[in-house]
């Protein structure tokens, strides 16, 4: 392309050799590197942010010396720190070390002399005693196996009277499996939009655990007035208004499980990701939580949570298999840090499908790439995590210094302005406080409580001054409305005699 | 018979005050007796703006809400545009549409009238400013009730200007004051539609210019 203005001139070496050293200063500052990872601030905008957590390394089958993985499906990390990544197109269970070394390789499953095959396993959990729980999707079946492959029991279809035949919610595919430490199997399955499966370990259907709710919008109501008036006909191509059934979960020390929903319209409201309790209730309930990408300028909402996976401090990993990003959220479940991406280079994935930590760093799967990815926290990572541990704990004061270093290195991290605001409040230094509440935006309510207290000291304080003040306030206004009002007395008979003549 | 001039005495800047108190009475007298002063409305109106300003870059952290108050950047055309503008183009629109329907009020008196309408909610308003210095995030309900306290007031006193100003009764000055809304829309529409031809029209010539700059 001939650019615009530029006159031929003689060529020298000289100009030559400056329009070089330009081209290659211009190349070593090209933004290949230029990628921030972001946030999002208290208005939903996006805001660049450090690097909370760094790509390590990827491992693939070759490297580590077992031959390429085939479209693995799912990687677990068990109690005592092993890895377990099921490796389903080559019909085995690979398990590493927490190093990421092969420890052993599990190719053949025996039942009853039987071989097995494990290429329709899209789940696993290890439990504690060792035992492997696999979701057999392809079979409708579960698993359990011993360490050496060796299966014990086979899990199929429960009689019950809640989980009816002929309706296509309750077949059974055992999708995703986890065990708590009561020893009840939680199972999703595909297609069923009433919460996961909860099992004994007989294989008793015990009931469903903690669905998704359905949220009344205007649309929805709007649908269900015309639903009333349809034709059989109609209804039948109508949209049902079920629950949005949740797609992966978790289990964390103290037996909450956390799930994330793959698909939902209203993000805010619809609990992409859920802590429940033992009954199946959500606790993650506060307004200001938001969980997954804002939605785009269009208006849609595009995160499709796949994984997530809970560290041994509570806090949160969820896959997003749209973006191929990795949401990080404190164990409040406030948004801390977001990282990963799409494409092909390392650290980003193709077709994430399993998230979970193995001594705080983070191991992702992709199915299509056929690899691990590893990803370590940075010093501003650390950071965060232990000021937002201790934080919210209360160790207010403890916490200081890491929030102090933390703004240091990225002066728009609001919840940290929030944290500095709360130990000058607890040291006493009640202006700083308030000026770090409201350079925060995220701490309104401490901000008020903050000039309450200083409201009420100062109220203390002066108590005689405003008291004796309030008084002959009163008293003033009194003597002067007594003297306006004969004035104006006056002035009226004046006007009226006035009148009168 | 010409009526008893009680009010002769009171000065020109203390009128407004019994008019809030007596707006039957006092918008009455400021039709039949020209009591009123233009200066007045003005510097309620320069009032308005003022609280414009403070509403939106002065007000306490904890009683922000919208996201141009925690961004905190004031633009005076802006709170020009939501007060006095609005203002204006409703008086524009009132007058208009009661000269057709048989108002007797002229524009000035519209003007002033509709000023000291709005006093009530200007005072609320700067009250309100202040007190979020010294509330705090739970007693917000209380100044949300001033807040509704003054804007009915005001809506009360409107109402009865249109009625006092353009001697009508009260259906016609309701149906008045709707016209006078569906006037402002349409000026405001019409203004957005100027100001649109404008800028394309601009931008044509600055294109032509720029070409024939680049040409020569």
Same mark, same amino acid.
């Given at each position: 392309?001939?650019?615009?203005?530029?006159?031929?001139?003689?060529?020298?070496?000289?100009?030559?050799?400056?329009?070089?050293?330009?081209?290659?200063?211009?190349?070593?500052?090209?933004?290949?590197?230029?990628?921030?990872? $972001?946030?999002?601030?208290?208005?939903?905008?996006?805001?660049?942010?450090?690097?909370?957590?760094?790509?390590?390394?990827?491992?693939?089958?070759?490297?580590? *010396?077992?031959?390429?993985?085939?479209?693995?499906?799912?990687?677990?990390?068990?109690?005592?720190?092993?890895i377990?990544?099921?490796?389903?197109?080559?019909?085995?269970?690979?398990?590493?070390?927490?190093?990421?070394?092969?420890?052993?390789?599990?190719?053949?499953?025996?039942?009853?002399?039987?071989?097995?095959?494990?290429?329709?396993?899209?789940?696993?959990?290890?439990?504690?005693?060792?035992?492997?729980?696999?979701?057999?999707?392809?079979?409708?079946?579960?698993?359990?196996?011993?360490?050496?492959? =060796?299966?014990?029991?086979?899990?199929? #279809?429960?009689? =019950?009277?809640?989980?009816?035949? *002929?309706?296509?919610?309750?077949t059974?595919?055992?999708?995703?499996?986890?065990?708590? =430490?009561?020893?009840?199997?939680?199972?999703?399955?595909?297609?069923?939009?009433?919460g996961?499966?909860? &099992?004994?370990?007989?294989?008793?259907?015990?009931?469903y655990?903690?669905?998704?709710?359905?949220?009344?919008?205007?649309?929805?109501?709007?649908?269900?007035? &015309?639903r009333?008036?349809?034709?059989?006909?109609? #209804?039948?191509?109508?949209?049902?208004?079920?629950?949005?059934?949740?797609?992966?979960f978790?289990?964390?020390?103290?037996?909450?499980? $956390?799930?994330?929903?793959? $698909?939902?319209?209203?993000?805010?409201?619809?609990?992409?990701?859920?802590?429940?309790?033992?009954? *199946?209730?959500?606790?993650?309930?506060?307004?200001?939580?938001?969980?997954?990408?804002?939605?785009?300028?269009?208006?849609?909402?595009?995160?499709?949570?796949?994984?997530?996976?809970?560290?041994?401090?509570?806090?949160?990993?969820?896959?997003?298999?749209?973006?191929?990003?990795?949401?990080?959220?404190?164990?409040?479940?406030?948004?801390?840090?977001?990282?990963?991406?799409?494409?092909?280079?390392?650290?980003?994935?193709?077709?994430?499908?399993a998230?979970?930590?193995?001594?705080? #760093?983070?191991?992702?799967?992709?199915?299509?790439?056929?690899?691990?990815?590893?990803?370590?926290p940075?010093?501003?990572?650390?950071?965060?995590?232990?000021?937002?541990?201790?934080?919210?704990?209360?160790?207010?004061?403890?916490?200081?210094?890491?929030?102090?270093?933390?703004?240091?290195?990225?002066?728009?991290?609001?919840?940290?302005?929030?944290?500095?605001?709360?130990?000058?409040?607890?040291?006493?230094?009640?202006?700083?406080?308030?000026?770090?509440?409201?350079?925060?935006?995220?701490?309104?309510?401490?901000?008020?409580?903050?000039?309450?207290?200083?409201?009420?000291?100062?109220?203390?304080?002066?108590?005689?001054?405003?008291f004796?003040?309030?008084?002959?306030?009163?008293?003033?206004?009194?003597?002067?409305?007594?003297?306006?009002?004969?004035?104006?007395?006056?002035?009226?008979?004046?006007?009226?005699?006035?009148?009168?003549? | 018979?010409?009526?008893?001039?009680?009010?002769?005495?009171?000065?020109?800047?203390?009128?407004?005050?019994?008019i809030?108190?007596?707006?039957?009475?006092?918008?009455?007298?400021?039709?039949?007796?020209?009591?009123?002063?233009?200066?007045?409305?003005?510097?309620?109106?320069?009032?308005?703006?003022?609280?414009?300003?403070?509403?939106?870059?002065?007000?306490?952290?904890?009683?922000?809400?919208?996201y141009?108050?925690?961004?905190?950047?004031?633009?005076?055309?802006?709170?020009?545009?939501?007060?006095?503008?609005?203002?204006?183009?409703?008086?524009?629109?009132?007058w208009?549409?009661?000269?057709?329907?048989?108002?007797?009020?002229?524009?000035?008196?519209?003007?002033?009238?509709?000023?000291?309408?709005?006093?009530?909610?200007?005072?609320?308003?700067?009250?309100r400013?202040?007190?979020?210095?010294?509330?705090?995030?739970?007693?917000?309900?209380?100044?949300?009730?001033?807040?509704?306290?003054?804007?009915?007031?005001?809506?009360?006193?409107?109402?009865?200007?249109v009625?006092?100003?353009?001697?009508?009764?009260?259906?016609?000055?309701?149906l008045?004051?709707?016209?006078?809304?569906?006037?402002?829309?349409?000026?405001?529409?019409?203004?957005?539609?100027?100001?649109?031809?404008?800028?394309?029209?601009?931008?044509?010539?600055?294109?032509?210019?720029?070409?024939?700059?680049?040409?020569?």
């Amino acid at each position: 392309m001939k650019p615009i203005g530029c006159k031929k001139r003689k060529k020298r070496p000289l100009q030559l050799a400056a329009v070089l050293t330009a081209l290659v200063w211009a190349v070593s500052m090209w933004p290949v590197t230029v990628k921030a990872d $972001y946030r999002y601030d208290s208005f939903g905008n996006a805001i660049p942010s450090q690097y909370a957590y760094m790509v390590e390394t990827s491992y693939n089958g070759l490297q580590l *010396g077992i031959g390429a993985f085939n479209a693995p499906t799912d990687l677990f990390v068990a109690p005592d720190d092993r890895i377990y990544m099921v490796d389903a197109g080559n019909d085995r269970i690979v398990i590493l070390t927490e190093e990421l070394e092969v420890e052993r390789i599990l190719d053949s499953f025996t039942l009853d002399g039987q071989q097995v095959s494990v290429k329709g396993i899209t789940g696993i959990f290890v439990h504690t005693d060792g035992k492997l729980y696999m979701a057999d999707k392809d079979n409708g079946r579960i698993l359990v196996a011993d360490e050496n492959g =060796s299966i014990e029991k086979v899990i199929t #279809r429960p009689e =019950s009277n809640i989980l009816t035949d *002929g309706s296509t919610t309750n077949t059974f595919l055992p999708a995703k499996i986890l065990v708590d =430490s009561r020893d009840t199997i939680y199972m999703i399955s595909e297609n069923s939009t009433q919460g996961a499966y909860m &099992l004994s370990m007989d294989g008793e259907f015990l009931g469903y655990y903690g669905r998704n709710k359905v949220l009344l919008t205007w649309e929805r109501l709007y649908e269900a007035t &015309l639903r009333r008036f349809a034709s059989d006909e109609q #209804r039948e191509i109508m949209e049902n208004f079920i629950p949005i059934a949740f797609s992966n979960f978790d289990i964390d020390r103290d037996g909450f499980i $956390y799930t994330v929903t793959g $698909y939902s319209e209203h993000p805010e409201q619809d609990e992409m990701i859920k802590k429940l309790n033992p009954l *199946g209730n959500n606790i993650y309930t506060d307004g200001w939580m938001t969980f997954g990408d804002m939605p785009n300028k269009n208006g849609t909402f595009n995160t499709v949570f796949t994984d997530v996976a809970v560290d041994d401090y509570g806090f949160v990993f969820a896959l997003d298999s749209y973006s191929g990003r990795i949401f990080f959220y404190d164990n409040m479940g406030c948004q801390q840090a977001i990282f990963g991406g799409r494409g092909n280079y390392l650290g980003t994935f193709t077709s994430p499908a399993a998230i979970d930590i193995v001594k705080g #760093r983070v191991l992702v799967l992709d199915s299509a790439k056929n690899n691990i990815t590893v990803f370590a926290p940075t010093y501003f990572g650390s950071l965060v995590r232990e000021a937002f541990l201790l934080f919210n704990d209360g160790f207010y004061l403890e916490s200081k210094t890491l929030f102090e270093e933390i703004v240091r290195m990225d002066s728009n991290y609001d919840w940290a302005y929030a944290g500095l605001g709360r130990a000058c409040y607890e040291e006493g230094d009640w202006e700083m406080a308030k000026y770090y509440f409201e350079r925060s935006d995220v701490a309104t309510s401490w901000y008020s409580e903050v000039k309450e207290d200083m409201r009420n000291q100062k109220m203390k304080e002066n108590f005689t001054a405003i008291f004796f003040g309030f008084i002959a306030l009163f008293i003033m206004i009194a003597v002067i409305g007594k003297l306006c009002s004969a004035a104006l007395a006056e002035r009226h008979r004046h006007a009226a005699t006035e009148d009168a003549r | 018979m010409r009526r008893p001039d009680y009010y002769s005495h009171m000065g020109k800047f203390r009128y407004p005050f019994y008019i809030l108190i007596h707006p039957v009475d006092g918008f009455r007298e400021l039709k039949v007796n020209d009591k009123f002063s233009l200066l007045f409305a003005n510097i309620v109106l320069a009032f308005w703006v003022l609280l414009g300003v403070l509403d939106w870059g002065y007000v306490d952290f904890d009683f922000k809400v919208t996201y141009r108050q925690l961004k905190g950047e004031v633009n005076i055309f802006q709170v020009l545009l939501t007060t006095v503008a609005i203002f204006a183009v409703c008086i524009v629109a009132n007058w208009c549409f009661c000269t057709l329907m048989d108002g007797k009020g002229k524009a000035k008196e519209i003007w002033v009238a509709g000023a000291y309408a709005m006093m009530p909610y200007i005072l609320c308003g700067l009250i309100r400013v202040c007190l979020t210095h010294m509330m705090v995030e739970n007693e917000a309900v209380y100044l949300t009730y001033l807040n509704t306290i003054g804007l009915l007031w005001s809506t009360l006193l409107m109402f009865i200007a249109v009625m006092s100003i353009h001697d009508y009764s009260g259906p016609k000055a309701i149906l008045s004051i709707g016209l006078t809304v569906l006037g402002a829309l349409f000026m405001a529409f019409l203004a957005v539609l100027i100001s649109g031809l404008v800028s394309q029209i601009y931008s044509f010539f600055a294109t032509v210019y720029y070409e024939i700059q680049m040409r020569l």
